[in-house]
């Protein structure tokens, strides 16, 4: 079983900063893609970040500049560098990553989230 494991987060004043990291466990055949997302209480998951194996990253819109994902192919392992913190980047964040089986079966892991809180 592929397990993800997330580390990093916590509590921040607005301005600040953290470093999620993911590291993934077990057997995987070949990692397509890794994201992050983000939910906060009573809002719906939302991508913010995602990296494919050719290099290309995208952002959702209000990250953009602040935020950098970042992959260690070598590691199986994500992070995601938080700068410039805000009230509303609090969230839980969860790793997500993408495997493909013979370019025939995909699945999709799910880190077991970690709490991210901005706030004077």
């Known amino acids: 079983q592929v397990q993800l494991v997330e580390s990093g987060g916590g509590l921040v004043q607005p301005g600040g900063s953290l470093r999620l990291s993911c590291e993934v466990s077990?057997?995987?055949?070949?990692?397509?893609?890794m994201e992050w997302y983000r939910q906060a209480p009573g809002n719906q998951r939302e991508l913010v970040a995602r990296?494919?194996?050719?290099?290309?990253?995208n952002y959702m819109d209000s990250v953009k500049g602040r935020f950098t994902i970042s992959r260690d192919s070598a590691k199986n392992a994500v992070y995601l560098q938080m700068n410039s913190l805000k009230p509303e980047d609090t969230a839980v964040y969860y790793c997500?990553?993408?495997?493909?089986?013979?370019?025939?079966?995909?699945?999709?892991?799910w880190g077991q989230g970690t709490q991210v809180t901005v706030s004077s």
């Open positions: 997500h990553v993408v495997e493909w089986v013979l370019a025939i079966d995909r699945y999709d892991h």
């Open positions: 077990g057997y995987i055949f070949s990692i397509s893609a």
């Open positions: 990296t494919d194996s050719s290099g290309s990253t």
